[in-house]
């Protein structure tokens, strides 16, 4: 139930195209799922995050959608240029006895060909 | 600059050695992590820390140990008894209070074994 499922696991997309990341959680009690960007040998920055009673938010051109009744949500990422080529991780936060913890998906393999 | 310093960013380990990576934080935070990247396994929780002297385990704590003297600092030491050590490293801090609860993360450590 803690489990956070990502695909694709890799993804190829022209530059200028529209890439896609879905995500699925079975654990209610997650409050709070952000999106982390991972370039090759650095650690994860934090790129958008949104809450559960929020449907949709956009940040320039990553727009997170969020279905609380399919209990899924995604990243898009609009005219994708080839510096977003990297690896992306959806993640669901849970709190348990104060303890803020966070739940990764597997990670998506992004690259942009210009 | 405020941020989480790893060091180092390449460690080797020998047989029946017990090796340990550095976290500090000038951040503020009174929480800490330690994760685990594997290749296509997203990041495992191995500990974390929510005040000074106290930390919890994680999902695969077993041949890792921790300790939180200090509020800036969760250094992380990789046993002899973990038999597959070869991993990504990441530390995190976050705030506790749940508006400040986004986890910011290290540039990782990067352990093999000789």
């Known amino acids: 139930q803690q489990q956070v499922k990502q695909s694709p696991q890799s993804l190829i997309v022209q530059k200028g195209g529209i890439s896609i990341i879905n995500c699925a959680y079975e654990n209610t009690a997650f409050d709070y799922f952000p999106w982390y960007q991972q370039f090759p040998g650095k650690g994860p920055a934090l790129l958008i995050a949104?809450?559960?009673?929020?449907s949709e938010k956009k940040e320039g051109r990553f727009t997170i959608s969020f279905n609380k009744s399919a209990k899924q949500f995604s990243l898009h990422i609009m005219d994708s240029q080839p510096g977003d080529s990297a690896t992306y991780f959806c993640a669901a936060k849970s709190n348990i006895q104060g303890a803020q913890k966070l739940v990764f998906g597997q990670g998506t393999r992004l690259t942009i060909n210009p | 600059d405020g941020g989480i310093t790893q060091s180092p960013k390449y460690l080797f380990r020998k047989e029946g050695q017990n090796v340990t990576l550095s976290c500090e934080q000038n951040l503020n935070h009174d929480a800490m992590y330690w994760y685990r990247q594997d290749p296509g396994q997203g990041l495992r929780l191995i500990y974390y820390s929510q005040i000074v002297n106290d930390f919890q385990k994680g999902d695969i704590a077993e041949g890792y140990s921790v300790s939180r003297e200090k509020k800036e600092s969760f250094p992380l030491t990789v046993t002899s008894a973990q038999k597959n050590p070869t991993a990504f490293y990441l530390c995190?801090?976050?705030?506790?209070?749940?508006?400040?609860?986004?986890?910011?993360f290290g540039a990782g450590t990067r352990l093999s074994v000789l």
């Open positions: 995190a801090s976050s705030g506790v209070a749940v508006a400040k609860n986004i986890q910011y």
């Open positions: 949104i809450r559960p009673d929020v």
